[in-house]
């Protein structure tokens, strides 16, 4: 089939570029017809393509709260391993250390090595320099030291005796306050190897003693306490762990019991 044009000549019309983009939903010259696709038509109005919008970031501060959890937790854990590695350096020292490190102990074994020898076993009344006395002459029988505690002053030589076995014996002025009493006697009652009981004449309110070792404290609640307890019960003993602290004297009175056999230890 052919198309006629105006003059009569059989011929593909002749198609001239003028340069101009054709106009929004027309064809492009030379688009195939009936494709059934329009050309695009350029967005904006015919200026060409929209360049795309970049997003806009939307600046937001730092959530401290976390990081400063984090933090916390963080130095709390480090906290406790180096409290933990510390306690556990402080463990492994010799107990002669540790109680060298409590501070305001005086140490007897170091001041006079002639006082702390022990077996010496006297009958009667004996003069003691140091009061209470720590170490030296005592009487053959102890006073009971599994976990006693006596509401009246008791024989330093018997009590001398017990510390040769390797108790701690706590002494407090007979005026000391009754809740402070009390506590003391929470530290004693239960645990063998500690007895306690007044002393006249104590120039702290509180003193402690150990087998050539004392500690004189102002209260009760004197963290240093523990600290000797724990450091020097059981291992200021210098006849070994097995040292009797039952089938003593359970009587008070300062005067000695000469008139009671003791157990041969």
């Known amino acids: 089939m052919s198309i006629s044009t105006p003059g009569g000549e059989q011929r593909r019309p002749t198609v001239v570029s003028t340069g101009k983009k054709p106009a929004a939903g027309r064809p492009a010259a030379g688009a195939k017809a009936g494709s059934g696709k329009p050309a695009a038509a350029p967005r904006g109005g015919g200026k060409g393509p929209r360049k795309p919008v970049a ?3 939307v600046s937001q501060g730092r959530s401290w709260g976390p990081i400063a959890l984090f933090v916390a937790v963080g130095v709390l854990a480090v906290g ?3 409290f933990g590695g510390w ?3 402080q ?3 010799p107990w002669e250390e540790r109680a060298d490190g409590i501070s305001g102990i005086v140490n007897y074994r170091e001041k006079d090595k002639e006082l702390v020898k022990g077996s010496n076993h006297q009958a009667g009344p004996i003069q003691y320099s140091i009061l209470p006395p720590v170490a030296g002459p005592h009487n053959g029988a102890w006073q009971n030291c599994m976990g006693d505690v006596y509401d009246a002053p008791i024989a330093n030589e018997h009590a001398v005796h017990s510390l040769e076995h390797g108790a701690v014996w706590i002494t407090y002025r007979p005026d000391l306050p009754a809740d402070q009493v009390s506590e003391l006697a929470g530290k004693v009652r239960g ?3 500690m007895f306690m009981s007044p002393f006249e004449g104590l120039d702290k309110p509180i003193s402690l003693q150990a087998w050539g070792f004392q500690l004189k404290v102002d209260n009760a609640d004197d963290s240093r ?3 000797f307890i724990k450091t020097l019960r059981v291992n200021a003993s210098i006849e070994g762990p097995t040292a009797l602290c039952n089938q003593g004297i359970t009587a008070t009175g300062t005067t000695p ?3 009671i056999q003791a157990p041969t230890q």
């Open 80 to 82: 406790i391993i180096g």
């Open 55 to 57: 997003p806009v970031k």
């Open 257 to 259: 019991r000469d008139d």
């Open 191 to 193: 645990n063998e190897k």
């Open 91 to 93: 463990g492994s020292k």
């Open 225 to 227: 306490i523990d600290d």
């Open 87 to 89: 306690a556990a350096f």
